[in-house]
């Protein structure tokens, strides 16, 4: 059984990666109580959905780094988390839960495929963690169970075919095909990395992908390589952009340049009604959807141009979408 | 009722645009009998596909250009030429009728909603057809019913999850997700005119589409600009890229990258298991398939690259589609 001091040693995150501080969580609506774990590289978030679909005891707290097995480590600290929730919450009793990761997921297998900063290959983590948790556990991507909460209860909810973009440190993508996540054994969606030019290389290895020259995270760092001046996030190159700034405004346009490029080939060959757009890029406003609108007009001719509409779920997608997927098994 | 004189004066076309002659149809199986036309911007396909399911009185005759309302000449030709089919071959009595078109067709609501060189516009070619033919018509899009001819009976066989590219004077796509064409309202696919570069403009009105640069039409048409020398065709070439024709090398690799690059996108966001080219250029064999997926591969990562092949239909998968979506109606 947990260690009550293990489970006390659990230190909360104040602020994302990203700098975010955890906001409210939109309900899921009636139907089963449930736990929800959105797993990334750097934090886990956790809650306790009740019949209500009111998130219950929702935090945020560092993934556990180890040498060697991390996949147990982490089992280790979900467990803990579980027991947490349902110490503080006795009257709740969680029917399943759902699990989301980021990376290479084969969700139908429960299947971690491969994931660079979380150290599996091929871990069965839906079975791992069912047993850990002794609850049946639904297993998902995470920006896809994002976009799968966006779809039912977010930016989406319009839109059967629709791409939910996350612009962040990084770029994710997911696609909802006749309003279900598109999976292709866990490979599609990886707007973030495809080509949109000859360079630079990025880290994941490939050439010219988009996440290296237009995620938050690459506008702030070009900045920083640029001037020597470490800017207070993608934001603060926006305003400085506006304000004059040459250089930020070289590097804010190169980045809009290379959305609307992905934009458009996604318009083209996939066609969606929307994209939805998240992440701490997506609250640039118009600053960001204005531009991309006209450029994307711009560049297409008879397409039909989506409409752009920004995420409402902010950084619980993932987490909503967990719980949607564990509900769904109860 | 049809005069048989002006049956009599539609003439048959040796080869296609792209300098095709008509070749042998794949059998479709055993099912009902069917007409199928393959309407294009140059020709008509047409057939009779009897109950074992071969294609009879196959031919390809020029489309009709008119003043006017050029829908209604068209209709008219379909006529004659199925009446000629069924005069021909009285024993075989069709039982549906399929058309396939080019442009952005809405096959759910029977509509050609736009194709650009046979000048309609929301047009309700299913029911205007229908009305001819006297039969049940099943109408789709021209690629996306070869994608499906490629799925049940040729190159995607083995893939649900594919992309069916034909490279010719043109670039056409389609998606088949899940094992059948994804179409999202008739808008996707259009691989051929995605943006891979900043220009140049399209005569679609859009800048870098692929066609543009890579399709074996606009390889030829770069090569007689730049030179003054007229080709014979693509692959005449890509025959003087190895032998050491400078130009013709620059042209050609310009054209490979173009390609690689739209199918590291493809890749990235849509991952297809199977990518199945057809189209004129897909005869360039190992110069084609070999070159893509070594540059693939060399640009892409952590990515499924997915198997390229080439189609197995020729050009007559169009046909093939319209016989198949004609004999769903049975």
Redesign the interface.
Known sequence: MIDPDAAAAVPDVERDAAGEKLSDVRGLGVGAPVLAFDVGGTDIKSALFDADGTALGLRRTPTPIADGDRTQVLLERLEVLAAELRAAHPDVVPQAAGLVVPG?VDAEAGVGV?A?NLGWHDSPLRDLASARLGLPVAFDHDVRAASWAERRLGGARDYA?AVVLVIGTGIA?A?L?GGVP?T??G?????G???IADGPI?P?????CLEAVASAGAIARRYREATGIAPDGAKDVIARAAAGDEVAAEIWNSALDALT?SL??????????AVVIGGGLSRAGGALFDELRRRLAD??????IPVLVPAELSGNAGLLGAALRARELT
Chains 1, 2 share one sequence.
């Open positions: 290479i491969f660079s075919d993508g696609l095909v598109y292709a054994g490979y599609a969606g990886e707007i990395h495809s080509p990025c994941c290895g490939a050439r010219g490029m458009a080939q996604l318009t083209a060959v996939v066609a969606p009604q560049r297409l001719s008879f397409h039909r």
